[in-house]
Structures are given as C-alpha cells and as structure tokens.
T-cell receptor, first 114, second 110 residues
Framework: GQQLNQSPQSMFIQEGEDVSMNCTSS?????WLWYKQDPGEGPVLLIA?????ELTSNGRLTAQFGITRKDSFLNISASIPSDVGIYFC??????????????FGGGTRLMVKP | DTAVSQTPKYLVTQMGNDKSIKCEQN?????MYWYKQDSKKFLKIMFS???????INETVPNRFSPKSPDKAHLNLHINSLELGDSAVYFC?????????FGPGTRLTVL
C-alpha cells in the first residue's frame, strides 16, 4: 500500500522562526492536503493542493505540491505559540472524493518555545 | 453550528463489552468515514460509506461495524472490546476534496 513519510517527526522552535516540514511518498498522488490537529480535537484542513508544482498560501502557511507528485512541503513563517499542534500531510489519488481513500503521514509535532 | 459531531467524547469500558459511538454531520455531505488514531497519532481509515456503498479497510476486525440510519449519520458499533481497541476514533465527512473531522471519541478499554 501507499506509504507517506513525514519529517521531522517533532520539532522545537523559537517564536518568530520559520518552520518547514515535508512529506514524501512511494506512490504518486493527485491531491495533497495539509491538516493541523490541536490537542483534544480533530484534524482541520489547512491547505489543499491539486496540481503538480502548485504553490498555495493560507496566511503564514505556504505549501507546495512537488513536481514529481510524490512529495509536498509545508512552511510556516514567523511562528507563534498557537502554531503548536500536530501537522499531518495526506495524499489522495482522485480528484473526486467518493470512495477515494486519504493516506495520512505520521505527523509532525510542532512545539514552540515562548 | 457544529459540522461533524460525535458522542460520547470519552468512553471507558471493560474488555469484552459491546459499545457504540455516534456520529452526525450537518454539512449535507454524501460520504462519511471512521478513522482510528493510535497512541502514536497515526491516523488510519477504517470505513468509508457513500450512500449504499461501504468500503472497508481489510485490516479492520469484523468486531467493528458501521451502521448508517441515514445520510447524516454513521455510527460505529464495536463488539467484544479488546485492550488494543483503546484509541481515539474520529468520524469525518466529505463532499469532494478533503475531510471534515469530528472532535474524536477517546475509547479506553480496561
């Protein structure tokens, strides 16, 4: 089956620093998604990427769909304490959702030093 | 308004019991899911249900069964609970891309 390797697994950063995390796959995906999970909550969609090479921003977050369609990265600029949480990448094969499974990476746990 | 809701939030039970977790979505989505998140935070799909089509992850024991009384609900029934079933279970729904997740149900089997 498909495997998504997400790195780093965890990281401490100073407030104000930029953060970068990435996800690589053994298979091609047609859609890449990035989620954030706060403690005690379900994952929330941050950014969705639909096209190889696509670069999309959402506030301080920027994500890119790798040109090979086997990888994606997420950058967070000027981190703040509320960025703490677990960030998940996810890959999906189809553009239409019904029945298409989402494969999740193992998560990057972000911890910010105040 | 809550988009995807689950009850209960916490569930503590003895090994061997049968339990259910309820899920409701008010987004009008056609597809609903159940995911299991283990202690290492790995998220694994258990079921996908779209109208009358149920797609089961083959690794899920048959003690787990989803039941959908209508399009807005997908409940999860678990028979003969085992210690290894302890995890956080997330319901989700979608219509197109991505998933909208519920807040999760933390199941602890003693």
């Amino acid at each position: 089956g498909q495997q998504l390797n997400q790195s780093p697994q965890s990281m401490f950063i100073q407030e104000g620093e930029d953060v970068s995390m990435n996800c690589t796959s053994s298979s091609i995906f047609n859609t890449w998604l990035w989620y954030k999970q706060d403690p005690g909550e379900g994952p929330v969609l941050l950014i969705a990427l639909y096209k190889a090479g696509e670069l999309t921003s959402n506030g301080r977050l920027t994500a890119q769909f790798g040109i090979t369609r086997k990888d994606s990265f997420l950058n967070i600029s000027a981190s703040i304490p509320s960025d703490v949480g677990i960030y998940f990448c996810a890959g999906q094969l189809g553009m239409n959702n019904a029945g298409n499974m989402l494969t999740f990476g193992g998560g990057t746990r972000l911890m910010v030093k105040p | 308004d809550t988009a995807v809701s689950q009850t209960p939030k916490y569930l503590v039970t003895q090994m061997g019991n049968d339990k259910s977790i309820k899920c409701e979505q008010n987004l009008g989505h056609d597809t609903m899911y159940w995911y299991k998140q283990d202690s290492k935070k790995f998220l694994k799909i258990m079921f996908s249900y779209n109208n009358k089509e149920l797609i089961i992850n083959e690794t899920v024991p048959n003690r787990f069964s989803p039941k959908s009384p209508d399009k807005a609900h997908l409940n999860l029934h678990i028979n003969s609970l085992e210690l290894g079933d302890s995890a956080v279970y997330f319901c989700a729904s979608s219509q197109g891309q991505g998933r909208f997740f519920g807040p999760g149900t933390r199941l602890t089997v003693l």
